[in-house]
């Protein structure tokens, strides 16, 4: 990766885009202190970040409704400066949201819940100062991937996942990650745990649990031919059927018979807890009673032989590529057996991966931005600031790569060939070009471009060359995009940029951002 210094590749593989300023505080301090400064973030967003999301508004405006036949009743909404109060609000808040719909509540405030979601990932992806645990938070979001097109029993508590459940934890203690993930409303509804009854435990949880979440698909040895104990090596459909029992009762308040509210918090419910469950990877689960039967299940589908080489196999493959480093993937293994009694048992493995060997900043780039990353790394690198938006909800839709548009529980492909594509390459570059649009980024281009670069095609090419990537491209490369400026006659006017065009500054921008050493990280 000619060109690329150890702090640029180092901080590409895990943030959302290497800025010459965080490359330069790397080169200052060191890449230890930066590790170490990211692994101990402030419990919620730094505070410029919270002060930025809580400033933030946007218009909500609808019509009064009023229809006795089908008992649906709102009054009419016109706010032009509203802030991101969902954002904000607690589980019992959004739960008493969520079973009012869509009676007493506009679908217009369904779709402002989720627009405010989505905004906010995008702008700690791009804004955040702990770009690790934005990148962590990335990777847990999609290993406990929940789609939200299930509804809003689903989608409506995504706020809280996202917030309580993962972000809070992606340095933690993966048993407990793998609990509060397990009794968090959006997963109990989305795998049917929340329904799963004594009569019929629902076994949609408990095979993703083992398979996906854990101890991965190739521990999965279905009804086991070959007969045998294979409970050090994996799992069997005997093991699934056992956890769905063990697993029946857990589930949260919304109503059902025996719960004692309707606010969406977790609890155990003792009838519908199925009391029969026996042999599970190994232990007998009838010596143990009620919701103690499901924590073991946890407990030994998390410290699993199989699971530590699943689980950091997947993580070095987020970081490095499809074929990372084996010492990487070791040393992550032993700190994960080695500390995963510890309260920071996943910032130890993170360490162990960034620090201790010296594959994280040396080359060459072999991951694949996939769509959303090229645009939160175009924005990082261009200084774009995000605001709130509609567009969120959307953007890159038709390439499944948004927050919780991923429909089944495997979540998003994460290697190269898919997001190489000749289709995914075209659709991306026109995502990129469409910045500007209401709610969308503000746009200073032409004020961040230097005086000096207006005065040939080469020297603004190679301004945003430097800004983006950080070193030249090939020479053909550099002479092919300076030839663009040229085919499209930008003539810059002496002496300043306030006549420069921003739509043209954005194409050169997005054409920058299709080059192979930006696509690759």
Known sequence: MAGATFERIALNRVTFGARDVDVALVAQNGWAQWVADQLAPPKGDDPDLDRYLRSLTFPIQYDAYDEDTLNYHWKA????DRPLRYLFSSLEQIWDFTRRTPWTVSFAETTRLEMELCSSIYIRNAHSKYQLREFMSDFWLNHFSIGKGKGPKVSNPLVVYDRDVIRPNVFGNFRQLLEAVCCSTSMLWYLDNAGSSAALPNEN???????????????????NPGGGDVSAKGFTDNDILQASR????????????FSTSEDGTFFFNIWQHNETAGKF?????????????????????????ATAPFVCGKLCRRIFGDTPPQAAIDRAVAAWNAHRDKPDHLKRVMSAILLDGPEIGTGPALKVRRPYERFIAMVRTTDIVLQAGWNYINFFWDLSDSPFI?????????????WLTTYAHVVTWQYLQELGQPGGPKLTFAEQTPAAAFRAPEALVDYWVRRMIGYPL?????DALAALVTEVGLTPPPGGTQYWNESFARKIIATIAAAPEFVMR
């Open 246 to 257: 063990a697993l029946s009762g857990w589930t949260f308040q919304y109503g059902q018979p």
């Open 205 to 223: 949880y408990a095979r993703e649990l083992m398979e996906l979440h854990t101890m991965g698909a190739g521990a999965y040895f279905g009804k």
């Open 281 to 305: 990877l190994g232990f007998d689960l009838s010596t143990l009673k009620g919701q103690a039967q499901g924590q073991k299940v946890l407990d030994l589908v998390a410290n699993h032989p």
């Open 77 to 80: 909404v016109n706010e032009p």
């Open 474 to 478: 090939s020479p053909a490369a550099m």
């Open 406 to 418: 991923w429909p089944t529980p495997d979540g998003r492909p994460d290697t190269n060939a898919f």
